[in-house]
């Protein structure tokens, strides 16, 4: 599910040959869309982000296509809980560090240890550019994953309370003052997209 304009970044083709494999990459995980709307966001906020960051938003969440990884328990877990949040940002990292390294002589083209750097500052930020790959993927999270979040509810794995403050903690993450004017409308949109608390027996 995706929000409609105006709130929405323009979608942006692939910056160089490394960025378009790695859209080819990630293409079989389910939340696919997320990552290139990242990427699209990261562009709309910073139209001079290095290739190094545009990868690094394409990529963020991918070591979830994997099994294997850290579980998060939506029910009664803290959405920032930093042992989930940074087992789950450095197994990230280290996916693209070893994809980018059997991509051979293509990947000189890129810094794979900005990337590294970059996916692994994904949740929360910091500077040279982690600041922006963060509020693309804050963004991003509202704009496309607003329907999964509902869907957690609906279905009993968290309350409407807890899957509101998952969508509140994306947008107060955001530090970079050009994402907060998009932060808000979006995060009214998604919580108008929460149903009423529903009765699982």
């Given at each position: 599910?995706?929000?409609?304009?105006p709130?929405t970044?323009?979608?942006?083709e692939?910056?160089?040959?490394?960025e378009?494999l790695a859209?080819?990459w990630?293409?079989?995980?389910?939340?696919?869309?997320?990552?290139?709307r990242a990427?699209?966001?990261?562009v709309?906020?910073a139209?001079?982000?290095?290739a190094?960051?545009?990868?690094?938003a394409l990529?963020?969440?991918?070591?979830?296509?994997?099994?294997?990884?850290?579980?998060?328990?939506h029910?009664?877990q803290?959405?920032?809980?930093?042992?989930?949040?940074?087992?789950?940002s450095?197994?990230s990292a280290?996916?693209?560090?070893?994809?980018?390294?059997?991509?051979?002589?293509?990947?000189a083209?890129?810094d794979p240890?900005e990337?590294?750097?970059?996916?692994?500052?994904?949740?929360?930020?910091?500077i040279d550019?982690?600041?922006?790959?963060?509020a693309?993927?804050?963004?991003?999270?509202?704009?496309t994953?607003?329907g999964?979040t509902?869907?957690w509810?609906?279905?009993g794995?968290?309350?409407?309370l807890?899957?509101?403050?998952?969508?509140r903690?994306?947008?107060d993450?955001v530090r970079?003052?050009?994402?907060?004017?998009?932060?808000a409308?979006?995060?009214?949109w998604?919580?108008?997209l929460?149903p009423?608390?529903?009765?699982h027996?």
């Amino acid at each position: 599910m995706t929000a409609p304009q105006p709130w929405t970044a323009p979608r942006v083709e692939a910056g160089g040959e490394v960025e378009a494999l790695a859209a080819e990459w990630i293409a079989p995980y389910g939340q696919a869309e997320h990552l290139v709307r990242a990427r699209d966001w990261l562009v709309h906020l910073a139209p001079t982000a290095t290739a190094e960051m545009r990868i690094a938003a394409l990529t963020h969440d991918v070591e979830r296509m994997f099994p294997g990884g850290p579980v998060l328990r939506h029910a009664d877990q803290r959405w920032d809980d930093p042992v989930y949040l940074y087992a789950h940002s450095l197994r990230s990292a280290e996916a693209v560090t070893v994809w980018l390294g059997g991509l051979g002589a293509v990947a000189a083209a890129v810094d794979p240890a900005e990337i590294r750097r970059l996916v692994g500052l994904h949740e929360v930020g910091g500077i040279d550019g982690a600041d922006e790959v963060q509020a693309a993927d804050s963004l991003s999270f509202l704009e496309t994953l607003a329907g999964l979040t509902r869907d957690w509810v609906r279905s009993g794995v968290c309350s409407r309370l807890q899957a509101e403050r998952k969508l509140r903690y994306m947008a107060d993450r955001v530090r970079l003052p050009a994402a907060t004017e998009y932060a808000a409308p979006l995060l009214e949109w998604a919580i108008d997209l929460l149903p009423a608390e529903v009765a699982h027996r």
